[in-house]
């Protein structure tokens, strides 16, 4: 059973940054895609980026293209998302997710992180 803590999330001024950090444990996850999913208040939860562990393609939606940047650190077992130029459309609670590569959806869920952008 793969699970997955996710943290750094915070209060931060636009413009400013944060690095989310998703620590994964409980499996052979090493096969797996890791996203990063957000749901603001009253919106649906929505796609941000995501990264297969083995490497290879990362994809981003396009409101986040180009300020965040999904990442993994093998040996510490744990995906980052890097948040940068944040925008106060950008408060959400953040998760993390996984799925096996064949599946459709993300089965294995975080229990979120809090971001709030003050503008």
């Known amino acids: 059973q793969v699970q997955l803590v996710e943290s750094g999330g915070g209060l931060v001024q636009a413009g400013g940054s944060l690095r989310l950090s998703c620590a994964a444990s409980?499996?052979?996850?090493?096969?797996?895609?890791i996203g990063w999913f957000r749901q603001a208040p009253g919106k649906e939860r929505e796609f941000v980026a995501s990264?297969?562990?083995?490497?290879?393609?990362?994809y981003y939606a396009d409101s986040v293209k180009g300020r965040f940047i999904i990442s993994r650190d093998n040996a510490k077992n744990t995906i980052y998302l890097q948040m940068n130029s944040l925008k106060p459309e950008d408060t959400a609670v953040y998760y993390c997710?996984?799925?096996?590569?064949?599946?459709?959806?993300?089965?294995?869920w975080g229990q979120g992180t809090q971001v709030t952008v003050s503008s």
């Open positions: 997710a996984a799925r096996t590569p064949q599946a459709n959806e993300y089965k294995y």
């Open positions: 990264l297969a562990w083995s490497g290879g393609v990362s």
């Open positions: 409980g499996g052979t996850f090493t096969t797996y895609r």
